[in-house]
C-alpha cells in the first residue's frame, strides 16, 4: 500500500462469476412493490418515466433535475428533447428509459441536494450499454458519480474497458476502487442490474450483478463515508479527461433507468429480493431488450448533415471500406465512433444496399474486445469471398500491448445464412504481423510501427493482400510511402513478397510518408490484352506536415501480372484524383457487372466545437466506377445508380444550345440543397465560366465551380462559401489541370446540403464542402458570358436511408 499524507488508495480487483442479461420500457402499473421495507431507506430515486422532455424527477425529495442534451439548445438544427426509450408494458419498469448518446447527455443534481449517511451506501441501477470506451486515464464511463477522487471524497459507480464495471468510494483518507471480475462483465446492448454495496459494519464493499454476489474486498470497520462537495451526475464523470480540448469522456454511453441511491447497506437477500421484484415486473419475467438501434432522426432540419451522401447514423465515420456484394446486396463498413462525433474507441460501422445509394443501418460488426487480436481498435480493413463463398473480413487490429499496435486479424460471420451478416467473430489469432526486418530493398527498412488498412483480392486461387506502410533508409530517413504485398491460398497464412511500389516523399511531398488504404483495382486492358489497374493510396504524415493530412488522394495508372506479381506504372508521377482537397480514404471492390467501385470519405474540415454541436462527423462521397481511357489513363464517374435518387422529373432540362443569360433565366426558380446538375458547356470566347451553387440572391454567399481555359484548370473558388464551424478561416480557390474535350467540359455536380461534387469530363473531380450563414444561399447560376449551355438537367434529389 501506498501512502500519501495519511490517505491510501486501495484498489482490489477481485475474481467470481457472474452474467449479464437484455433490454428496456415502464408504467406506473409496474411500480416497484414496496410492501416489505428495505432496511436502508432510498435517499435519491430517478425512475425516469417521463419518455420526453429534458428534465427528470428525483422521487424522494420530488424535484427536478435538469438533464443536459446537445440539442436542448441546438445550433445547427431545430432544438429537440434528450432521447428515450419508447415505452411498452411488456418492459415493466424498464418502460421508456433514459438513452445517454455518450457525450452530451446527463444528469446534473447540485452537491447539497442528497444527504447520504456516513455508515453504509448501496447504488443500485438497470444499465444497457451501447458501448465502451477506451477508458481515458483509467477512468471508467460513469453511471452515477459524486466524486473527488484527490481529495479521497464520493463515491462513483461505473463501467471501463470491455465492460468491466466498479466502484468506488472515499473516507476522506482514503480511497476504496473493487472491480468486477471479467467473467462478470456487462454485454453491450444488453440490460444488466448492477448494484454496489459498501458495509463497513460488515467490513465489505460487495458489488452484486443480476441479484448475485460477483466480487467482494475487506474495507476497515471504521470506514466512514466522505461527501464530495461537487455535484451529482448521472452518466458524467465528475472530473473527465477531455479529447481535442472539446470532447468529455468517461461518460456513458447506453440506458440507465431505476437509478437508486440507498442510505445504508442493503444485506445480499435484500439486493436478490429487490432484482427479483424487478424481473417479476416483466412480461414472463424476461428481462426486455434493449432499445439501442441509433436513430437519424435526431438529426432532423440540420442545414448541414448530407441528406443523399452515406452518413454513420449517428456521431463519427472517417473512411468506409471493405465494400462486398454477396447474395444480392452490397455491404458497406466504416470507421465509426458511437460514443461521440470525434476519432476513438474505433469500430466498424456497417450498413446493406440493393442499389448502392439507399442503405439501411446495421449493428456495428466489429469492436475491441477483451481478449481478442483487437482489444484497442479495429480499424480500416478489407473483405472478400473465402473458397466457399462466405465473406471474410481483413481488419487492422489494434492492440497497444505489441510492437507495432497494428496488424491484420481475419474475421468471419457467426450466422453464414445471415443474408445481413450481423455477427462477427473474429478469428483467434492474427494472420499477419509485421516484421522489422522487411526486405524493401537494399540499405532499406520498412517503416516499423506503421502497418495497416489491408486491401484484400483474388486472382485465380490465390488471394493477394496489400497493407499500407512506409519505407525509410538503414539509417531512418523517410523515403516515401509502400503498400506490402502478401499472398495466400486459404486466407490464414500469408507468405511475404515485397513491397507492390515505394514512393518518393522528397520529390513528391504531398504523397507522406506511410501510404494508407492502398486500393488495388482493375480499370480494363491494353491492346496487348495486359491487365490495366489503377493503384490508390490515402498519404499519412506522422513525420509532418500537418498541412497535407487528409486532403489528398493520389493514383498511378499501369499494368499487373498477377502471376509473375510485377507490377509497372505508366510513370512515377503520382495524379491526384480529386481537386478539392476533401475526397480521402479510398477503398474498392469489382461488382458482379465487372465494375471497379470507389468508395472515399468527404472530410467535412469542421472545427471540434463544430462537431460537438452539429453531434456527427464526416460522411462518405458517392460511390464511383473506375474505368479506362484511350490513353490508358483512369476515367470515373457516379455510379449510374445515383439517378435512383431523382425525387420525381427533372426541375430543368435543356437539350438545345442555349445562352448563359437564357439558361440562368430557367434556373432562377430552382432552389434548393439537394441537387443533382448535369452540365455540358463549350467554352466559345469565355475565359473562364462555369456554376455557381448555394448562391445566395445577392451573391453574397456561393461557391463556383469554375474552368480557366488559358490555364486548362479545373478549380472551385470558395472565398464566399460561407464557413459556419469550418475549421479554417479563408477557404481559398483550390483547382488542376484538366483538357476541354473538344472545347467543352462535362460536369455532373452533386449539392447535398454542406458536400458538393463535380465530376469533370470522366476524368477529375471537385469534392469541397460549404457552410453557408444565410438560408437563403439555395440557388444556382451559371457564369461567364461568351460561353454556350449546350446541355443542362437539373433534378431534385431524396435521401439515402432504405
Known amino acids: 500500500m501506498a501512502t500519501m499524507n495519511r490517505r491510501t488508495v486501495l484498489r482490489v480487483l477481485s475474481v467470481g462469476a457472474g452474467a449479464a442479461l437484455i433490454p428496456v420500457a415502464r408504467t406506473a402499473a409496474f411500480a416497484r412493490d414496496t410492501s416489505t421495507p428495505l432496511a436502508a431507506a432510498l435517499s435519491a430515486h430517478w425512475d425516469f418515466t417521463e419518455g420526453s422532455g429534458a428534465t427528470t424527477e428525483e422521487q424522494v425529495t420530488h424535484t427536478s433535475n435538469p438533464i443536459n442534451y446537445v ?163 448521472v452518466g458524467r ?35 436478490a429480493t429487490s432484482h427479483e421484484t424487478d424481473l417479476k415486473t416483466f412480461s414472463g419475467g424476461t428481462i426486455p431488450e434493449a432499445a439501442l438501434a441509433m436513430d437519424r432522426s435526431r ?40 460514443h461521440g462525433p470525434y476519432w476513438h474507441n474505433i469500430c466498424w460501422g456497417h450498413a446493406v444496399s440493393k442499389d448502392l445509394v439507399h442503405w439501411r443501418d446495421l449493428p456495428v460488426a466489429l469492436a475491441p474486445t477483451a481478449d481478442s487480436v483487437a482489444p484497442d481498435g479495429v480499424w480500416s480493413g478489407a473483405s472478400t469471398l473465402d473458397a466457399d463463398g462466405v465473406p471474410a473480413l481483413l481488419f487492422t487490429a489494434g492492440d497497444d500491448s505489441l510492437k507495432p499496435n497494428q496488424a491484420v486479424g481475419l474475421a468471419r460471420p457467426v450466422d453464414p445464412s445471415d443474408p445481413d451478416f450481423a455477427q462477427w467473430k473474429m478469428h483467434d489469432t492474427l494472420v499477419i504481423s509485421q516484421q522489422a526486418d522487411l526486405d524493401v530493398g537494399a540499405d532499406r527498412k520498412v517503416r516499423f510501427g506503421d502497418f495497416r488498412d489491408p486491401f484484400v483480392w483474388k486472382d485465380g486461387n490465390t488471394w493477394f493482400q496489400l497493407v499500407g506502410s512506409g519505407v525509410q533508409t538503414s539509417s531512418g530517413t523517410d523515403i516515401g510511402g509502400t503498400a506490402l504485398l502478401y499472398t495466400s491460398t486459404n486466407l490464414t497464412d500469408w507468405t511475404y513478397r515485397g513491397p507492390l511500389m515505394v514512393g518518393d516523399v522528397a520529390a513528391h511531398p504531398k504523397t507522406g510518408q506511410v501510404w494508407e488504404l492502398p486500393t488495388f483495382l482493375p480499370i480494363g486492358k491494353d491492346t496487348q490484352g495486359r491487365e490495366r489497374r489503377a493503384l490508390l493510396v490515402n498519404p499519412a504524415f506522422p513525420a509532418g506536415p500537418g498541412e497535407y493530412s487528409s486532403k489528398y488522394t493520389y493514383y498511378w495508372a499501369g499494368t499487373w ?92 432540362s435543356v437539350s438545345a444550345s442555349t445562352s448563359i443569360s437564357e439558361a440562368n433565366a430557367l434556373l432562377a426558380a430552382v432552389k434548393g440543397y439537394q441537387l443533382h446538375i448535369k452540365l455540358t458547356m463549350e467554352a466559345g470566347s469565355a475565359a473562364t465560366f462555369g456554376l455557381d451553387v448555394l448562391r445566395s440572391p445577392g451573391d453574397e454567399e456561393r461557391t463556383r465551380l469554375f474552368y480557366d481555359k488559358a490555364a486548362s484548370e479545373l478549380g472551385v473558388d470558395r472565398t464566399r462559401s460561407g464557413n459556419v464551424s469550418s475549421a479554417v478561416g479563408d477557404l481559398g480557390t483550390q483547382k488542376g489541370s484538366l483538357a476541354l474535350a473538344d472545347g467543352k467540359l462535362t460536369m455532373d455536380v452533386f449539392v447535398d446540403r454542406s458536400i458538393i461534387e463535380a465530376y469533370a469530363n470522366t476524368h477529375r473531380s471537385i469534392t469541397t464542402r460549404a457552410y453557408p450563414s444565410r438560408d437563403d444561399s439555395l440557388g444556382l447560376q451559371l457564369f461567364g458570358e461568351g460561353a454556350t449551355v449546350t446541355s443542362l438537367t437539373v433534378w431534385k434529389m431524396g435521401g439515402m436511408t432504405a
Open 71 to 233: 440539442f436542448n439548445d441546438a445550433v445547427y438544427k431545430p432544438d429537440s428533447d434528450p432521447l428515450w426509450s419508447a415505452k411498452r408494458d411488456a418492459d415493466g419498469i424498464l418502460s421508456g428509459a433514459l438513452l445517454f448518446d455518450g457525450y452530451s447527455t446527463w444528469v446534473a443534481r447540485g452537491a447539497a441536494e442528497t444527504t447520504l449517511p456516513t455508515d453504509g451506501l448501496t447504488v443500485e441501477a438497470w444499465v444497457a450499454p451501447r458501448a465502451f470506451e477506451w477508458g481515458d486515464e483509467g477512468k471508467p464511463s460513469v453511471i452515477v458519480n459524486q466524486q473527488d477522487k484527490g481529495a479521497q471524497r464520493g463515491f462513483s459507480l461505473g463501467v471501463g474497458r470491455h465492460g468491466v464495471w466498479q466502484f468506488a468510494i472515499g473516507t476522506g483518507d482514503a480511497w476504496y476502487e473493487v472491480t468486477a471480475p471479467k467473467s462478470a462483465a456487462l454485454a453491450a446492448g444488453k440490460w444488466a442490474h448492477v448494484a454496489a454495496v459498501f458495509a463497513p459494519g460488515d467490513s465489505a464493499i460487495t458489488l452484486y450483478l443480476d441479484g448475485t454476489s460477483v466480487t467482494q474486498s475487506s474495507v476497515p470497520s471504521a470506514a466512514r463515508f466522505s461527501k464530495a462537495d461537487v455535484p451529482l451526475l
Open 237 to 271: 464523470h465528475n472530473q473527465p479527461a477531455v479529447i481535442n480540448g472539446t470532447f468529455a469522456v468517461n461518460m456513458f454511453n447506453g440506458l440507465i433507468d431505476e437509478l437508486k441511491l440507498h442510505g445504508g447497506a442493503l444485506t445480499a437477500a435484500e439486493v
Open 299 to 338: 438529426y432532423d432540419g440540420d442545414r448541414y448533415r448530407p441528406a443523399f451522401h452515406f452518413t454513420a447514423p449517428n456521431h463519427w465515420m472517417n473512411e468506409p471500406h471493405a465494400p462486398l456484394q454477396v447474395g444480392g446486396q452490397f455491404h458497406l463498413f466504416y470507421q465509426h465512433n458511437s
Open 561 to 652: 501480372d498477377g502471376s509473375s506479381r510485377a507490377w509497372k506504372p505508366d510513370t512515377t508521377e503520382p495524379q491526384l484524383l480529386d481537386y478539392g482537397e476533401h475526397f480521402t480514404g479510398p477503398s474498392g471492390m469489382v461488382d458482379d457487372q465487372g465494375r471497379s467501385l470507389v468508395f472515399t470519405i468527404a472530410q467535412d474540415r469542421r472545427s471540434e466545437q463544430g462537431h460537438y454541436d452539429a453531434g456527427w462527423a464526416h460522411n462518405a462521397g458517392l460511390p464511383i466506377v473506375l474505368s479506362m481511357r484511350e490513353d490508358g489513363d483512369i476515367s470515373f464517374e457516379p455510379v449510374a445508380e445515383v439517378a435512383k435518387l431523382h425525387d420525381g422529373e427533372a426541375v430543368v
